[in-house]
T-cell receptor, first 116, second 116 residues
Framework: DSGVTQTPKHLITATGQRVTLRCSPRSGDLSVYWYQQSLDQGLQFLIQYYNGEERAKGNILERFSAQQFPDLHSELNLSSLELGDSALYFC???????????????FGPGTRLLVL | AQTVTQSQPEMSVQEAETVTLSCTYDTSESDYYLFWYKQPPSRQMILVIRQEAYKQQNATENRFSVNFQKAAKSFSLKISDSQLGDAAMYFCAYTAYGGSQGNLIFGKGTKLSVKP
């Protein structure tokens, strides 16, 4: 158990819908990262938050957005869902990641999203 | 841009034997971290081992060790005394040290099978 929690574990929805994925980082970790794992694209970085502020963006679609709340949990919002958004979405956390030094990232169990 | 390449899509090893998984990377940075993550059928991403680029000594964690060749930009993982529980996808990952972005860049993975 990495200490990072993600809910829900599985999500089945229809095209055009909107879903929210939730992540709680390890105790003491300030950075949260979101990754998407799909068969064709592999593991791709979406976005990073550090202590409530957006730190870096990767290959995140405009239909996707995220935020990190004062209690440091994070939510990833996926809207206007398409079939191709079906994937495993991981959240990871680390102590730092704010440019001073890089810490090891610990991953949550992931949310498996299926868009029908 | 940094890239990570795993040239072996699949590998197989006999139980109790030793296997080496290859990884090469490309970066212009001098300070960075390298990781191996394991993803068993449960899809959980589990940290196996971490190497800081400024350390010449190769990292070791029990049966797992790395061969880090900085000049060659090579980072292989050796698994000794392979066990059935080692069967998984193994991902090599890179992150720069001290940069504004802390995201991991992953290779496409190597699927390891362990034969009894």
């Amino acid at each position: 158990d990495s200490g990072v929690t993600q809910t829900p574990k599985h999500l089945i929805t229809a095209t055009g819908q909107r879903v929210t994925l939730r992540c709680s980082p390890r105790s003491g970790d300030l950075s949260v990262y979101w990754y998407q794992q799909s068969l064709d694209q592999g593991l791709q970085f979406l976005i990073q938050y550090y202590n409530g502020e957006e730190r870096a963006k990767g290959n995140i679609l405009e239909r996707f957005s995220a935020q990190q709340f004062p209690d440091l949990h994070s939510e990833l919002n996926l809207s206007s869902l398409e079939l191709g958004d079906s994937a495993l979405y991981f959240c990871a956390s680390s102590v730092g990641g704010a440019g001073l030094y890089q810490e090891t990232q610990y991953f949550g169990p992931g949310t498996r999203l299926l868009v029908l | 841009a940094q890239t990570v390449t795993q040239s072996q899509p699949e590998m197989s090893v006999q139980e109790a034997e030793t296997v080496t998984l290859s990884c090469t990377y490309d970066t212009s940075e001098s300070d960075y971290y390298l990781f191996w993550y394991k993803q068993p059928p449960s899809r959980q991403m589990i940290l196996v081992i971490r190497q800081e680029a400024y350390k010449q000594q190769n990292a070791t964690e029990n049966r797992f060790s790395v061969n880090f060749q900085k000049a060659a930009k090579s980072f292989s993982l050796k698994i000794s005394d392979s066990q059935l529980g080692d069967a998984a996808m193994y991902f090599c990952a890179y992150t720069a040290y001290g940069g504004s972005q802390g995201n991991l860049i992953f290779g496409k993975g190597t699927k390891l099978s362990v034969k009894p």
